[in-house]
């Protein structure tokens, strides 16, 4: 049986509730000394709070070190009632286990591994639910708990198992309640016993959004401190700047509610209504944000791990697969689109876009900023300096705002696949990619087209730079950024093969070719791969028209120009005129938004994002 190692005091005040999580030392776990040198701490999480009968028995267990181990849930009995699944490809190093409808009494969480022997968690199982947590007049909810490396750990590892889906799906929601609400997925649906995600709340969050609406839903759950800044977007040169932090404790009032589960269903319109991009796009070495850059490491690159592109949208991390039989390693990430969809993508250049521009400052990836408290009791955010120092992360580094773009994503190749790719695989990969790209954007398109089919009009356009960022129906389902996005893979595609070979250190070069002969082969597996792989979007008049990944990269040119809403869909897609796909267009945007866009096709075809 582990020993207890470290409990804080306000873990502590958790212990009469059975679900609460706790921390184990590996190191104790045999008494023989070196068994367990190489494991960290082991975070253990049962859900409820206080597990009955009533509800199903949700287990998940966070390693900050690998552990080849197995899971097993172990009833009153003795019997084994359920085995647990390994996920991701770590850190943390997760398992995950379920009964549907556990017996009354005391079940034990074990962790079989040839390393550490078994470690165990006991879980006390009532017979009827527990009394319900106070919450706090002033607050929106109370601080119980605090931020370590083990509640890292295990929100990484709720961020895992709520996207977590087949490596060849590609899993998207209409909004973030469609995830939250899906008890397969969300392990910490009415964890608390309030009914507190049966409160009808808009869950419809867009990139920046999303990130902070993951943070708080996890810390109101955990009872962790949660806070979020009010940014400038920067431009002018200058980086983003934040000012007024708010945190759980001291919110707006319209924020506070009778309940504490009412109070929390208010608080995430008021997070939503103040965060943006800004907030994600601030200078590494600024202290006075939500968040911090990390080194780009795979330790460092754990699920909830965020990234923010300079031109303002916001990812965050799910899930990593490890390099394995000559296939890339890959990083998976979701995103909120201002429709409201969440949707799973996977990491390359073509939708994490990476530069150092003036007043585009802070781009990257980086974690939450912890949060402590002070001498007196209240809430404030460690510095950078106290983050590099701290044993419970020690991964602050301005690592990434001195690298240049080519760097940057070099690095990343690195540290997705150690070892060299072989080119083919390497490049289907990012076919695949790209592929995503487009199938995505046939949702976004279609979107605009019922838009129009509902007989609302034109949707404004705004003027300048603003088309990337505005509000309203030209947000919803005009595409400009995402076009953008879309032209870079493009570009990243068709340049592959010079890719591989002015990088052969980077792949298995076919023994005795050239590193020309190898592109002059990659060249033709592109051609014949573009052209094999279709897609259908609908026409106009509900019909639906084919078109193959080779007809977009050939189109790309007429994509310039394919992202205003108000256009039809043929015209979208780069229909030629006067062709047999064009012949169901009836609508065209105004003259004088085309006229703006005919100004603004530089940006587009120069792939250089303006700002203001």
């Known amino acids: 049986m582990l020993q207890i190692r470290r409990i804080t005091a306000t873990l502590a005040a958790m212990l009469p509730l059975a679900g ?8 104790n776990a045999m008494a023989q000394g070196g068994a367990c040198d190489e494991a960290a701490d082991i975070a253990v999480l049962p859900a409820p709070i206080a597990p009955w009968k009533g509800a199903p028995l949700r287990v998940i267990v966070a390693a900050e070190k690998p552990i080849q181990g197995e899971l097993s849930l172990v009833a009153p009995n003795g019997s084994v ?38 470690i165990t968690r006991d879980i006390a199982v009532r017979d009827t639910p527990a009394p319900p947590l106070a919450g706090s007049p002033s607050a929106v909810w109370p601080v119980r708990a605090a931020w370590t490396r083990a509640t890292e750990n295990l929100y990484s590892a709720w961020i895992e198992k709520m996207f977590d889906a087949p490596l060849d799906a590609e899993p998207s929601w209409p909004n973030l309640r469609a995830v939250l609400h899906d008890k397969s997925r969300n392990m910490l ?44 977007r920067g431009g002018g040169g200058k980086a983003p700047k934040c000012y007024q932090w708010v945190t759980n404790l001291n919110p707006p009032a319209n924020a506070l509610k009778q309940s504490m589960a009412s109070s929390f269903g208010a608080y995430l319109p008021v997070v939503a209504d103040a965060v943006q991009s800004g907030a994600v796009r601030t200078l590494g070495s600024d202290d006075n944000t939500d968040f911090y850059t990390v080194p780009l490491t795979q330790e460092t690159l754990r699920p909830g791990t965020v990234y923010a592109d300079p031109y303002g949208h916001v990812l965050m991390l799910v899930h990593r697969v490890p390099e394995a039989n000559g296939a890339s390693g890959v990083f998976f990430a979701v995103d909120g689109e201002p429709d409201g969809t969440v949707a799973r993508k996977k990491f390359w250049r073509g939708t994490f876009l990476f530069a150092h521009l003036p007043g585009l400052e802070g781009p990257g990836f980086k974690h939450f900023r912890p949060i402590a408290r002070d001498a007196s009791g209240n809430l404030r955010r460690l510095t950078n300096a106290e983050i590099a120092k701290d044993p419970q992360y020690g991964d602050f580094s301005l690592e990434q705002s001195q690298l240049s773009v080519d760097d940057f994503y070099d690095r990343m190749d690195a540290v997705m696949s150690p070892q060299p790719l072989d080119p083919v695989l390497a490049m289907k990969g990012v076919i695949d990619s790209l592929e995503e790209q487009v199938k995505t954007r046939v949702g976004s398109v279609e979107n605009g087209r019922k838009f129009q089919s509902s007989g609302k009009g034109d949707a404004t356009m705004p003027d300048g730079p603003s088309i990337f960022a505005t509000t309203g129906a030209w947000e919803d389902f005009a595409t400009p950024a995402r076009d953008f996005r879309l032209l870079i893979a493009t570009d990243v595609v068709r340049g592959y093969p010079d890719h591989v070979a002015q990088h052969p250190d980077r792949y298995k070069m076919p023994f005795g070719q050239t590193a020309a002969g190898v592109s002059a082969n990659l060249r033709n597996v592109l051609a014949s791969e573009l052209t094999s792989r279709k897609f259908a979007y609908t026409r106009s008049d509900g019909s639906q028209w084919t078109l193959s990944l080779q007809d977009v990269v050939d189109r790309a040119a007429d994509l310039e120009m394919g992202y205003n809403l108000n256009d039809c869909v043929e015209l979208r897609w780069g229909a030629p005129a006067n062709s047999e796909e064009a012949s169901t267009c009836k609508r065209h945007a105004p003259q004088a938004q085309r006229s703006k866009m005919a100004q603004y096709r530089t940006w587009f075809h120069d792939r250089n994002w303006p700002h203001a």
């Open 20 to 27: 609460a999580f706790l921390v184990f030392s590996g190191a």
């Open 81 to 118: 009632a359920a085995k647990g699944v390994a996920m991701g490809g770590g850190p943390p190093y997760v398992w995950y286990a379920e009964v549907a409808s556990p017996a009354v009494g005391t079940w034990h969480a074990a962790l079989a591994s040839s390393q550490c022997g078994t």
């Open 189 to 232: 649906f009415n964890y608390l016993g309030l009914g507190e995600d049966e409160i009808a709340t808009p869950i419809s969050p867009d990139c920046a959004d999303l990130v902070y609406f993951m943070r708080a839903y996890f810390a109101f759950k955990m009872g962790l401190p949660f806070g979020y800044s009010n940014c400038s």
